[in-house]
């Protein structure tokens, strides 16, 4: 393998812990990696690190290490309730997965205990098991952090226990200095102690230096680790034996000519991006029936329960496809990833580096596959200069069938598939004109018409990207799509109760809630994701399909409201108020809700 360069672990100059050589021998580990054999001595003699090293090159033992090490050298032993390292990571996946390699090591180290406080685990049951086991190592997102921070609940004041606080050590460190968490991260900072060491650890972009003054380290030593045989000057990013390529085809064409990909490679493992979630729950169903035979998985930031399952299956798996979000695009390490294929290309370039990294790891090969139209052909020449990232392109992919007709027979079979269509298409155009390179990514050159086509969508829809345009290349189906039912019979039941209703109701001037007039969708997507958050707190059941589940709740709430107009409880106005005041939904009228990826 060649980036396990650095020489044996014994030959640091600082010598490793008998238990920690033992725990690196039982793991077949010999050499070290150049991250490990660079941060572990520095972090060692108490210099604060920030690392920037390519996907799947090993920082997460290059700060594992260190942390057991410090722990030990310490001279006032931690108590049970002490907790002297915290690791702040950007997903729960990432966070289960440190816990996990921390497992290997403390198996030997029993005086240590280490706790998960990450989204998606009951927050009571966490401060449970914190009073109960204790907890010297932290392993956290930076929400759930925040949140236990604020709560000192139940008698747990974790800003009391963090004042023997050793080390912290942002991993993903970039992202976790992004807009979206550092808000969590600053009252966070704000509680731990200044005397500490602080590790930053991503493979891009940690050289921000202001943001890293801002995390609190006090004259990092930088460590950049660049791949081999790459010229000292140039600081490519993505690992040298990674294949990385684009292609090239028009919108109508693209899940035709993936579906191909994938049945050439078939027997591989692959990671497929999508921009939203609602795009991972259609095309994701769609691949299921399009590939009876092969182990498929979906996975996005809006699951609750099931996700940490997803992961633990796929990863066990020789082969297979998980369909994801960018939740799946850092640090994630799944065993030999063939292929990381992307069919939108992700919102920021350093995604892209990310994305990519979870293939072609630590001394293994690996391939990845952009899926570009044919107006998006520059982002290629912009990863090449902006991210060091040169791409090649991919020869015509064989054997490309229309399986377009199967996808809208299964949307006509089930209303749930035609609603998760209508929903990807929407949530899609919205990503699109969000993405951070709005030159090459221009949301006014879209064919939305080519694009419905792609989505092999029954009709256009409904939103304000698509109001007062016409579409004469869009052929609509000839089914009034009213009538198309939902699989599951208490689903469809209620549904049909909606409509009789409603048709009772006659055609009042009601708010229909999805298509609220004069509002922009972004301000109707900022309440969607305010009531979504509120809605992230109610735990559901185990295996059931949460977004499917908010639907039913939400068409249970409209008969319930409906009938309390009827029998004169609310005002028409209270009414219209509170179908307002609920998040987008398609279960009723067959319009869409957007969802994308948190
Ligand atoms: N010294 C080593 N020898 C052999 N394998 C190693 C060594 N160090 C780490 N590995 C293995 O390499 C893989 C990648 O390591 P790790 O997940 O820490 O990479 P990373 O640099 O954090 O990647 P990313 O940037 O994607 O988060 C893991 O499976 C890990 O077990």
């Known amino acids: 393998m060649d980036n396990i360069t650095e020489g044996t672990w014994e030959s640091l100059p600082v010598k490793l812990n008998d238990n920690i050589l033992e725990t690196l021998r039982e793991m077949k580990f010999t050499h070290m990696t150049p991250v490990q054999s660079a941060c572990i001595p520095l972090f060692m003699r108490n210099k604060d690190v920030a690392a920037e090293a390519v996907t799947g090159s090993g920082k997460t033992l290059a700060f594992v290490i260190p942390i057991i090490e410090i722990l030990l050298k310490r001279e006032d032993k931690l108590k049970k309730m002490q907790v002297g390292a915290l690791v702040i990571t950007p ?56 949140d236990m921070f604020r709560r000192k609940a139940d008698g747990l004041d974790l800003s009391i226990l963090v004042k023997t606080l050793d080390v912290l050590v942002l991993d993903e460190a970039d992202r976790l200095l992004d807009m979206g968490f550092v808000a969590s991260l600053n009252v966070i900072l704000a509680f731990l102690p200044k005397q500490r060491r602080t590790g930053l650890f991503s493979a891009t972009q940690t050289q921000e230096l202001e943001k890293l003054v801002r995390a609190g380290l006090r004259n990092p030593v930088r460590i950049t680790v660049k791949e081999k045989g790459v010229a000292a000057t140039a600081t490519q990013k993505t690992p040298a034996r990674l294949c ?34 609602a795009s991972v729950e259609y095309y994701g169903r769609a691949l299921e029936t399009l590939f009876k035979k092969a182990d498929i998985r979906c996975i996005h930031g809006k699951m609750k329960n099931k996700r940490n399952k997803i992961f633990a299956d796929f990863r066990a798996l020789e082969s297979g496809i998980l369909v994801c979000t960018d939740v799946m695009a850092r640090g994630i390490d799944i065993p030999d990833v063939n292929w990381v294929l992307q069919y939108d290309p992700p919102s920021n370039a350093s995604a892209f580096v990310h994305r990519c990294g ?3 790891r630590i001394g293994n090969q690996g391939s990845a596959l952009v899926f570009l139209l044919p107006m998006e052909e520059s982002y290629v020449t912009f990863l090449s200069i902006n991210q060091k990232c040169p791409l090649e392109r991919m020869e015509p992919i064989e054997d490309v069938m229309d399986i377009l007709p199967k996808v809208k027979a299964m949307a006509l079979a089930d209303r749930a598939m035609y609603d998760r269509g209508m929903r990807a298409y929407v949530s899609s ?19 939305f018409s080519a694009m419905a086509k792609g989505f092999a969508l029954l009709r256009m829809p ?25 699989k599951d019979k208490a689903r469809e039941k209620l549904r049909r109760k909606m409509l009789a209703e409603l048709k009772e109701r006659g055609p009042a001037p009601l708010v229909r809630r999805n298509v609220v007039r004069n509002t922009s969708w972004s301000k109707q997507k900022q309440k969607q994701d305010r009531k979504r958050k509120k809605s992230a707190k109610r735990q559901l059941g185990e295996g059931s399909d949460e977004e499917e589940d908010e639907d039913l709740k939400e068409l249970l709430n409209d008969t319930r409201l409906l009938k309390r107009l009827k029998k ?29 990826d948190a």
């Open 358 to 360: 979870r293939t072609a």
């Open 568 to 596: 004169g409880k609310i005002s028409e106005e209270d009414f219209n108020k509170q179908m307002e005041d609920v998040p987008l939904s398609s279960t009723q009228t067959g319009s869409p809700k957007a969802t994308d």
């Open 462 to 486: 409904k939103m304000p990207e698509l109001k007062d345009k016409s579409f004469p290349d869009f052929v609509r189906t000839d089914i009034d799509t009213d009538t198309i039912r939902y």
């Open 429 to 447: 155009v919205q990503a699109y004109a969000k993405h951070e390179c709005s030159l090459i990514f221009r949301v006014k050159d879209l064919d």
């Open 244 to 277: 990385n390529y684009y292609f090239i085809c028009r919108i109508e064409e693209k899940f035709n000519n993936m579906v191909a990909f994938l049945k050439e490679h078939i027997d591989e493992k692959h990671l497929v991006f999508f921009s939203t979630c």
């Open 91 to 146: 997903t729960r996946e990432l966070a289960l997965q440190i816990s996990e390699v921390f497992e290997g090591f403390l198996l030997k180290f029993p005086q240590f205990k280490q706790i998960l406080l990450i989204g998606g685990s009951n927050p009571i049951e966490d401060v449970e098991k914190f009073k109960e086991h204790g907890a010297n190592i932290v392993i956290a997102t930076p929400g759930r952090l925040e």
